[in-house]
Nanobody, 115 residues
Framework: QVQLVESGGGLVQPGGSLRLSCVAS????????MKWYRQAPGNQRELVAA???????TYADSVKGRFTISRDNAKNTLYLQMNSLTPEDTAVYYC?????????WGQGTQVTVSS
């Protein structure tokens, strides 16, 4: 059973930075495609960034150039470095692990961008 635990969220001023982490209890973490999603109040959950088992990355247009997704397979950990944050980035951020058609979710971490 896959368990994902996110951390690193919080309150930050516009223009600030945060680094989210997701620790995965997965035996073969390196073969999973890992993703970050976010959901703002009243909105659907949206894909923010993804990283394949080979390290290829994709980003939503709204975060390109500001966010960086990465993974440390030795630590079973997924990261999301978020820079130049704006109030529009306020949301609950979720970690997702996907492999062979199966998908697992973390409980989410709140990110609030406000002055």
């Amino acid at each position: 059973q896959v368990q994902l635990v996110e951390s690193g969220g919080g309150l930050v001023q516009p223009g600030g930075s945060l680094r989210l982490s997701c620790v995965a209890s997965i035996k073969w973490f390196s073969v999973f495609t890992m993703k970050w999603y976010r959901q703002a109040p009243g909105n659907q959950r949206e894909l923010v960034a993804a990283i394949s088992r080979l390290g290829s990355t994709t980003y939503a247009d709204s975060v390109k150039g500001r966010f960086t997704i990465s993974r440390d397979n030795a630590k079973n950990t997924l990261y999301l470095q978020m820079n130049s944050l704006t109030p529009e980035d306020t949301a609950v951020y979720y970690c997702n692990a996907e492999h062979s058609g199966a998908s697992s979710w973390g409980q989410g971490t709140q990110v609030t961008v406000s002055s």
